[in-house]
């Protein structure tokens, strides 16, 4: 298969008159490398030796093709968060939705086409708690010719905010998952791979910002890490907001962003204070009672000129439990939906789902650390079982076995979600889909159980964009909710943050035939088993259907 599309690929370069059309190459080795953060040296797996990875460069309309070779002794996948990956889900990358895992030794040519899409996102791995240390960004460049819709920087960068271990990741979610217990919190927050001047380690120097004074620059912030949403902001210095997820928003200014695992933000701020240092700084963001790491993670805006010795402009992070600034963000984002960047938002329905997400408990004889039980997560009390062999694999060769079709679209029993728990806390186990045809339109409610606490869930669909049509805190209400609806702006996204104690209701048209995974994308919650997946049927059209695996896709 990859041989005829190679052919289209360059039938349709010789007439640049008709498409502009360009294939970009890349090489991802995964390979071990020792590293120095907070005063420790350990291995790490990383993608070409480098943490974070290297920024992906692409523009819109663009193929894409990434040759990934396993060097290390785990499994490997790698996503492409947030790029459509139109008809090509073979290439989208968690382990055991699209994909078995690249093998020990083994490779895989990731190969798809960017279209109509412009932007930041970011890849990472998609298996394990891997995407600690490998993941990196993606910048979409606009096609030639074609201007942002604002302003244009005198300069990009890209930001990438994480999160790191002393210890050995996969040793800490096997340990948690062996007690049955939540897993030890990281141990810092990260800049670019750094933790800067608060980590209490005078050896680590920070990552640095170099401005020159009245210059713009385009902060492309990605958040990288595993399990906490963070909040970001410069000592003396609005943020102009004028994208997220890879679809530009309404410009509006602003000094404090939220920014959730998976999500990206594109920030411009003017160089327009005097002459000296500022404090970049990222710290957590956590609406309820539970535990995470609270040490702020510190870069340096620095304008030239300025000695190095110079003291740093500080700037106090919100509150870790700063709703109030979290929500001033958020409420905020409005979709363009401008001539050239219009927000087709559905305004009718086929499927109206109601998910519930959040946490339950599970017998376990071994989890003696668990008192015979273990922590488990689900959506409409089902706790998914990854499976053996890749779900698209058994839907595109109709193998037996693997998966249902009968994932509840509303939660089997209906009780006060953000009140009292229910008479049992134990969820369902299950390997079960959603099935939609294609072209469906599909609204689906994911509302915050709070069953033991009350927890925000960034959740990531998939082979989608979706708009964000509603929000709240409490139980939905679908008499009333549905009154307030934004069906004119809604703010396109990948990744949404359900609150804690509330509730969000996004749209989506399933224009894309495939399997596309639906989870929370704090990792925690993902390997505790808060996830699904939707079906898509191919379409009648000739350009409606998913296309034949690729010759070297990975076995199982």
């Known amino acids: 298969m990859?041989?005829?599309?190679?052919?289209?690929?360059?039938?349709?370069?010789?007439?640049?008159?008709?498409?502009?059309?360009?294939?970009?190459h890349f090489k991802f080795n995964v390979v071990m490398r020792n590293t120095s953060r907070l005063c420790s040296s350990k291995p790490i797996v990383t993608v070409?030796?480098?943490?974070?990875?290297?920024?992906?460069?692409?523009?819109?309309?663009?193929?894409?093709?990434?040759?990934?070779?396993?060097?290390?002794?785990?499994?490997?996948?790698?996503?492409?968060h947030g790029i459509r990956q139109l008809r090509t889900g073979w290439a989208d990358g968690p382990a055991y939705i699209t994909q078995c895992p690249i093998q020990p030794g083994q490779s895989y040519v990731y190969n798809f086409?960017?279209?109509?899409?412009?932007?930041?996102l970011l890849w990472h791995a998609h298996i394990s708690w891997l995407r600690a240390t490998v993941h990196g960004g993606i910048v979409v460049l606009p096609k030639r010719g074609v201007p942002y819709p604002f302003p244009k920087p005198n300069?990009?960068?890209?930001?990438?905010?994480?999160?790191?271990?002393?210890?050995?990741?996969?040793?800490v979610v096997n340990e948690a998952l062996n007690s049955g217990l939540a897993p030890n919190v990281s141990d810092a927050h990260t800049i670019n791979g750094h933790p800067g001047s608060l980590s209490n380690c005078s050896t680590q120097d920070g990552f640095t910002l170099s401005v020159e004074s009245g210059k713009s620059y385009m902060l492309r912030i990605i958040n990288a890490a595993l399990n906490e949403e963070l909040f970001f902001k410069i000592a003396g210095h609005k943020l102009t907001i004028v994208e997220v997820d890879a679809v530009y928003v309404k410009p509006f200014k602003i000094d404090t962003i939220v920014i959730a695992p998976g999500q990206t933000t594109n920030a411009i701020i003017t160089a327009d204070q005097g002459s000296g240092k500022y404090m970049i700084a990222a710290s957590p963001f956590m609406d309820s009672p539970v535990a995470v790491d609270n040490l702020t993670a510190t870069a340096t805006l620095h304008y030239s000129g300025t000695l190095s010795s110079s003291p740093a402009t500080l700037t106090n992070p919100p509150p870790q439990n700063a709703t109030a600034v979290a929500n001033n963000f958020i409420t905020s984002l409005k979709s363009l939906n401008s001539k050239n960047f219009p927000a087709k938002v559905p305004l009718t329905v086929d499927h109206s789902l109601f998910f519930t997400v959040g946490l339950g408990i599970n017998p376990c004889p071994t989890c003696i650390a668990g008192n015979g039980s273990r922590v488990v997560a689900g959506i409409n009390n089902v706790t998914f079982v990854m499976p053996t062999t890749a779900l698209l694999q058994a839907h595109f060769f109709n193998i037996k076995g693997v998966f249902t079709t009968?994932?509840?679209?509303?939660?089997?029993?209906?009780?006060?979600?953000?009140?009292?728990?229910?008479?049992?806390?134990?969820?369902?186990?299950?390997?079960?889909?959603?099935?939609?045809?294609?072209?469906?339109?599909?609204?689906?409610?994911?509302?915050?159980?709070?069953?033991?606490?009350?927890e925000n869930h960034p959740i990531h669909l998939h082979g989608f964009n979706f708009f964000a049509v509603g929000r709240g805190l409490g139980n939905f209400n679908p008499k009333n909710d549905t009154k307030s609806?934004?069906?004119?702006?809604?703010?396109?996204?990948?990744?949404?943050?359900?609150?804690?104690?509330?509730?969000?209701a996004i749209r989506f048209l399933a224009d894309n035939p495939g399997v596309w995974f639906l989870h929370c994308h704090l990792e925690v919650h993902t390997t505790w088993g808060l996830k699904m997946a939707f079906l898509?049927?191919?379409?009648?059209?000739?350009?409606?259907?998913?296309?034949?695996?690729p010759s070297d896709l990975p076995k199982c």
């Open 48 to 80: 070409n030796g480098r943490f974070p990875g290297p920024t992906l460069y692409a523009r819109e309309d663009d193929t894409v093709l990434v040759k990934v070779v396993n060097h290390v002794t785990y499994n490997v996948s790698i996503h492409w």
């Open 406 to 454: 009968d994932f509840p679209g509303n939660p089997p029993t209906t009780f006060n979600y953000t009140g009292a728990p229910p008479q049992t806390l134990q969820t369902i186990n299950g390997t079960k889909v959603y099935r939609v045809s294609y072209n469906d339109t599909v609204q689906v409610v994911l509302q915050d159980t709070g069953i033991i606490a009350p």
């Open 113 to 120: 086409t960017i279209t109509g899409q412009r932007g930041t």
């Open 155 to 171: 300069k990009e960068v890209v930001v990438i905010l994480g999160e790191w271990w002393k210890s050995d990741t996969e040793a």
């Open 536 to 549: 898509v049927d191919n379409g009648k059209g000739p350009n409606e259907s998913l296309l034949p695996p």
């Open 485 to 504: 609806f934004n069906l004119v702006d809604p703010v396109e996204r990948n990744t949404i943050g359900v609150p804690s104690g509330g509730w969000v």
């Open 2 to 24: 990859e041989s005829w599309i190679r052919v289209l690929i360059l039938v349709a370069c010789l007439f640049p008159a008709v498409v502009e059309c360009r294939v970009r």
